[in-house]
């Protein structure tokens, strides 16, 4: 599975922007795509997480209410709606994918597949 990700860039705080992923290759028994960030610094976290086959979405609590994750079954696209941005958003964000079930939010750990990531600045 090859993942593609688009969308980062320079944004004020309270902007929005838009995050696409786009997976190929073996795809078809994949659980589920998401998004982690890792700021300057800091471990790699979990954002959100979208099941393909159920549309069910996952969601750090630092992002709840702000974000929403979805996607497009045909295209193999997840997307990432980022709303309120806050200067703490800034991070590179790397969308991955996972082949088997996973209970609750993953670890960077347990995903399968990368893509490389894209960088999102929100400055105060």
């Known amino acids: 599975v090859q993942l593609q990700a688009s969308g980062g860039g320079l944004v004020q705080a309270g902007g929005s922007l838009r995050l696409s992923c786009a997976a190929s290759g073996r795809t078809s028994n994949s659980y589920g795509m998401g998004w982690f960030r890792q700021a300057p610094g800091k471990e790699r976290e979990f954002v959100a997480l979208?099941?393909?086959?159920?549309?069910?979405?996952y969601y750090a609590d630092s992002v709840k209410g702000r974000f929403t994750i979805s996607r497009d079954n045909a295209k193999i696209t997840a997307y990432l709606q980022m709303n309120s941005l806050k200067p703490e958003d800034t991070a590179v964000y790397y969308c991955?994918?996972?082949?088997?079930?996973?209970?609750?939010?993953?670890?960077?750990?347990?995903?399968?597949?990368w893509g490389k990531g894209t960088l999102v600045t929100v400055s105060s």
């Open positions: 979208i099941r393909w086959n159920t549309g069910s979405a």
């Open positions: 991955a994918a996972r082949d088997r079930t996973y209970i609750g939010n993953p670890p960077a750990s347990a995903m399968n597949y």
